[in-house]
């Protein structure tokens, strides 16, 4: 994710941490989820912080 404190090519793409979260958010033990690694000053205009709140709402809401 280019929104990193230091983004490099090694990461999981978006597709494959939703594929992660899948049985994660599916597991009724999980009450937390932290977000680390990123940068809201590498993402001025907001665009990749909304694809994670897609990713997390969306696994949420299969979750409910």
Do not use: C, K, N
């Amino acid at each position: 994710m280019p929104a990193a404190y230091f983004p490099h090519a090694d990461g999981l793409s978006l597709a494959e941490a939703g594929e992660l979260l899948e049985p994660i958010l599916a597991d009724r033990r999980v009450r937390v989820i932290e977000v680390a690694e990123y940068a809201s000053l590498r993402d001025l205009d907001h665009t990749h912080v909304a694809r994670i709140i897609e990713l997390l709402a969306a696994g949420l809401g299969r979750r409910a």
